[in-house]
């Protein structure tokens, strides 16, 4: 008989809420939930073809083990297999410190999984080598809003983006990245057409179809664009003194600077007209509402951390943050970053949005975890990590949820360093990504709607995450394994020590884990499992004794700085790393299709989802193939600094001379060579530590 279990869609950001339909065994199909807020009902073309994409041919069913690099793994048992990789781990911590191990670990994770990592690397391990995908995704966001507003908390909701007068989306196809909320502002545009809509995008992306302004600004040149728009609104008196006097610090040095940011320099730097930055600071200025939405195109930058500051510097400039319709909204790429930046899931952070290097944060975790303190060295964040495997200082890695050999910048460099890790675990429910061949251990992992647990979402909205079927084989639940090797390896560090991952189901790892969030910006320690299923998805803040989330931040005037005050930053304008030159005269930019997944692990495995787009194509302007004598559709090889690939070409005015669009998507199994990240540069912000995806230098020549 057919059963109805309603859980959320593991795609994007946005956390759709889905009604899986199942017999109890078999995924039938997938319906949009009509009662989840986010989504009321409606599905992408991603969301809505889940139950096509869990081909078992992909799937990892056993344990598989190699005890030699040059041979073939075998089928293991779980508990040959864990207890092999805690011995290794063991024996490598013995050996070189704890600073020789290190996790890496997944956006796509459950909150439940992140916390037994973090747990299991810092209180067991004792180290803060434990990084995630979302280094790669919102770090450059956690650190404007941090250095903005004081803590890493999106301010707004959804529905402020139907109620905003004027949307500033930056950095973002969020037609394609984030389709329901971009179908939320059609409609909203539909109803009022006189909400102004501006894209700030160097591409002609879809999303531009419904800009009331398109500002194509050449690759890099936010920082400069927002404050040209701040110079303006100074000039013509459109910002909200009374606010920046009362609520706001720091703002004279960033006059000082944006005095030299003229239409005229700015409209050079950006590529743009002076009318069209006139008119968006114009419609900026006097907009009773104003929102903004960044996504990427901001973050994966040299200057992801500047540009989120200066991006949010606007909406201090004019007041336009914590009221209906206004605020900085970063969009989230992937479907639960949000819950491991809350439960410490970059080297830097620690559960309920602590910092590492804070010796009262580390205190009171260690406290929480009953463990006498926590490390104080500083941890690797991703590209730092793969390059301390590579130089041979990390010699036992695992890898859960996340592809690496495909998703990371400078990939022969990512790829030597996994052939020469002594030791590489991976955590996986695809047995087909390019990492997979690098496991001496692979373990299969639950996928959706096979586990229990927890999201948040980019407007912080916790929903409940549930089992709908039991996962292939002997697949087992992230948090399941991950507790389970914990034991195994604190037999061997701490033997006769009670259990610090005594853990019967995810909701005990929900229920030791929320206290930390009290007190602190998030504060979700009013929040179980029971009041997700009776209420409904919930917005944190969400402190004991409430009976309602919060949609809205800072509507007070007061934030979570020690002052209390929002800080404005005045930092410089600075290019991207790599500038175009005479051998490598094209700027690369790289994203994602609208029905393409990451590294198409789930959604490569759908025919349906091929009818988009089939192959991977470089998009250059018709000039540039002129140039080169390239005819469309013909193969060309497409060189970086780092390495190259052959592929055909396209014709695409929505790209300007002088740049080249590919998508993200495309690894080895795709492409000749090793995918679009062989081209990418592991460039990153000084804050951040974000690296620099979107702007590499290339050239494209006829093979
Ligand atoms: Fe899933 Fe995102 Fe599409 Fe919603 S918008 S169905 S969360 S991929």
């Not at 959320?8 to 199909?29: A, K, N, P, Q, R």
């Not at 747990?119 to 790669?136: P, Q």
């Not at 460099?413 to 990504?433: M, R, Y």
């Not at 790289?590 to 495995?605: A, E, I, N, P």
Request: with cysteine.
């Amino acid at each position: 008989m057919t059963q109805t279990t309603a859980s959320t869609c593991c795609y994007c950001g946005v956390g759709c809420g889905v009604l899986i339909e199942h017999d109890g065994e078999t995924i039938l199909g997938v319906r949009g939930d009509p009662n989840h807020p986010a989504n009321f009902g409606k599905l992408c073309s991603k969301g809505s073809t889940l139950h096509l994409t869990g081909d078992l041919d992909a799937r990892g069913l056993y344990p598989e083990l190699r005890l030699g690099k040059g041979l073939a793994r075998s089928r293991s048992d779980w508990d040959s297999a864990l207890d092999h990789a805690a011995n290794v781990f063991a024996d490598t911590i013995r050996e070189h410190g704890p600073d020789s191990v290190a996790f890496y670990i997944s956006g796509q994770l459950l909150t439940e999984d992140y916390y037994a990592f973090n747990k299991l690397a810092r209180a067991l391990v004792g180290t803060n080598n434990i990084d995630s995908n979302s280094r790669l995704c919102m770090s450059s966001a956690v650190v404007g809003y941090k250095r903005s507003l004081g803590a890493d908390a999106p301010p707004c909701s959804y529905e402020d983006i139907e109620q905003s007068d004027c949307l500033l989306i930056a950095g973002s196809n969020m037609a394609y990245a984030h389709p329901i909320l971009f179908r939320r502002l059609e409609t909203a545009k539909a109803q009022r057409p006189d909400m102004k809509i501006i894209v700030v995008d160097p591409r002609r992306t879809d999303t531009c179809e419904l800009a009331d302004l398109h500002l194509a600004i050449l690759p890099g040149t936010d920082v400069a664009l927002f404050h040209g728009i701040l110079h303006i609104l100074l000039w013509e008196g459109w910002i909200d003194r009374r606010y920046i006097d009362a609520h706001t610090e720091g703002f004279d040095e960033l006059k000082t600077l944006v005095r030299d940011y003229t239409p005229v320099a700015v409209a050079d730097i950006c590529g743009i007209p002076q009318a069209d930055l006139l008119l968006a600071a114009e419609w900026i200025g006097k907009a009773p509402g104003f929102l903004s939405l960044w996504c990427m195109g901001l973050n994966q930058s040299s200057s992801g951390s500047a540009k989120n500051s200066a991006l949010i510097n606007l909406h201090l400039a004019t007041g336009q943050i914590g009221r209906p319709g206004t605020g900085p909204f970063s969009l989230t790429g992937q479907p639960n970053a949000m819950g491991g930046r809350e439960t410490g899931s970059l080297a830097n952070l620690l559960p309920g949005h602590r910092d590492a290097a804070n010796a009262g944060h580390r205190a009171e975790v260690a406290a929480h975890w009953g463990v006498e303190r926590l490390p104080e060295s500083t941890g690797l964040t991703a590209i730092e990590l793969f390059e301390a495997v590579r130089d041979g200082r990390i010699k036992a890695l695992w890898i859960a949820c996340t592809n690496p050999a495909q998703s990371l910048p400078d990939q022969q460099k990512i790829h030597e360093a996994l052939a020469a890790c002594p030791f590489v675990v991976v955590q996986e429910a695809f047995f087909t990504t390019e990492t997979c061949h690098y496991a001496d251990l692979l373990l299969p992992a639950a996928s959706w709607g096979e586990k229990e647990g927890t999201v948040t979402n980019s407007e912080r909205r916790i929903s409940h995450v549930r089992r709908a079927v039991p996962a292939p084989a002997e697949a087992r639940p992230d948090w399941a394994i991950t507790s389970d090797f914990a034991r195994r390896l604190e037999q061997r560090l701490r033997p006769g020590l009670p259990s610090l991952f005594d853990f019967a189901s995810p909701e005990a790892l929900f229920e030791e884990y929320k206290p930390l969030t009290a007190g602190r910006d998030l504060d979700y320690s009013g929040l179980s499992y029971a009041i997700l299923d009776t209420r409904g998805p919930q917005q944190w803040p969400f402190p004991a004794g409430a009976t309602a989330g919060t949609p809205r931040l800072y509507g007070d005037g007061r934030f979570a700085t020690e002052s209390g005050r929002a800080r404005f930053h005045a930092d410089v304008y600075r290019a991207p790393k790599e500038r175009r030159d005479a051998r490598f005269p094209l700027t690369l930019n790289t994203g994602r299709l609208r029905d393409q997944w990451h590294g198409m692990s789930r959604t490569g495995t759908a025919a349906r989802l091929f009818g988009h787009v089939e192959e991977a194509v470089l998009g250059l302007h018709p000039d540039e193939l002129r140039r080169r004598r390239l005819q469309p559709g013909e193969l060309a090889r497409v060189r970086s600094r780092r390495g190259s690939l052959i592929l055909p070409v396209q014709a695409d005015d929505a790209v300007r001379p002088g740049q080249a669009y590919l998508p993200m998507h495309w690894g080895n199994r795709f492409l000749k060579g090793l995918g679009t990240n062989i081209l990418t540069l592991p460039a990153f912000d000084p804050l951040s530590r974000q690296p620099e995806l979107k702007h590499a230098g290339i050239e494209v020549e006829r093979v």
